[in-house]
């Protein structure tokens, strides 16, 4: 089965719909970084120019985004996130292979991406699919988990 079927490359029609889906996924995440998450930051009209952008729409709107940035020798899986009201029912798993089944479609054989440290379900749930932890990254305001999986 094709890990990208089901997904669609996103537009700059859906715009709204991605910064609303990004703005509640990652809400969670602010008390416990005690600071705003990264992709929270970001300039999504630039991302959408430069990255791919997939979504996940689902019956009553967006259900998930998934940022890739396909680099030389690797792809960084820059977002990964899930409607609120959707987590929990394996989405975040199917967009993960998604990721894989991507990397392997650009003949790339690393995928790497980052969380913030304090974060540990996110870092325990990445390491369940064979993420590794390679360093920490001091960003002054912030520390960054840099993680790393080889297929």
């Known amino acids: ?49 430069k990255d791919e952008v997939w979504l996940l729409d689902g019956a009553s709107g967006l259900d998930g985004v998934l940022i890739l940035e396909p680099r030389a020798g690797d792809l960084l899986l820059w977002s990964i996130a899930t409607a609120p009201g959707r987590q929990g029912r394996g989405l975040g798993n199917r967009l993960l292979a998604a990721t894989e089944a991507r990397a392997r479609q650009l003949g790339l054989s690393t995928i790497r991406l980052y969380t913030g440290e304090p974060l540990t379900g996110n870092i325990a749930w990445y390491e369940r699919y064979g993420y590794v932890r390679k360093r920490v990254e001091d960003l002054g305001d912030r520390r960054v988990v840099h993680m790393v999986k080889r297929l």
Do not use: C, F, W
């Open 1 to 49: 089965m094709n890990a990208l079927a089901g997904l669609r490359r996103a537009g700059p029609g859906d715009l709204d719909a991605i910064l609303a889906l990004q703005r509640s996924a990652y809400a969670k995440n602010r008390p416990l970084l005690g600071v705003e998450p990264l992709p929270l930051l970001a300039d999504y009209t630039h991302i959408l120019s």
